[in-house]
């Protein structure tokens, strides 16, 4: 059973930068193609970015291109997004998604493993 857990959400002010940390275990993979996703209440999950297998592929969404980079450590199987600039509109319930394969993909429906989800909170 692959476990998704991810961490360094809470709250901040307009103009400031967090950084998520998404880490899998449980696998008979060390590693898996994962992506970013946010979701407001009465909203559909938004995608936000996501990275391959290797970490040679990566694409943001275009809500947050220019604000938010996405790597991967692949010795500590970790996944990091890195959010600068944030906005009010920015705040959500972040999850982490992990399937199985090389490619990342911006389908939720198509990831196998998802995280509880941390909050991000920007006030104005």
């Known amino acids: 059973q692959v476990h998704v857990a991810e961490s360094g959400g809470g709250s901040v002010q307009a103009g400031d930068s967090l950084r998520l940390s998404c880490a899998a275990s449980g ?4 590693t898996y193609a994962t992506g970013w996703f946010r979701q407001v ?7 936000v970015a996501g990275i391959s297998k290797g970490g040679f592929v990566r ?3 275009p809500s947050v291109r220019g604000r938010v980079t996405i790597s ?3 010795i ?3 996944v990091f997004l890195q959010m600068n ?5 920015d705040t959500a319930v972040y999850y982490c998604a992990a399937r199985q394969g090389v ?3 911006v389908n939720a429906t198509l990831y196998d493993y ?5 909050q991000v909170t920007v006030s104005s």
């Open 72 to 74: 991967r450590d692949n």
């Open 76 to 78: 500590k199987s970790t």
């Open 85 to 89: 600039s944030l906005k009010p509109d």
């Open 41 to 47: 209440p009465g909203k559909e999950r938004e995608f």
């Open 59 to 61: 694409y943001v969404g």
């Open 103 to 105: 490619s990342m993909v």
């Open 27 to 30: 696998g008979t993979d060390s």
């Open 114 to 118: 998802w995280g509880q989800g941390t």
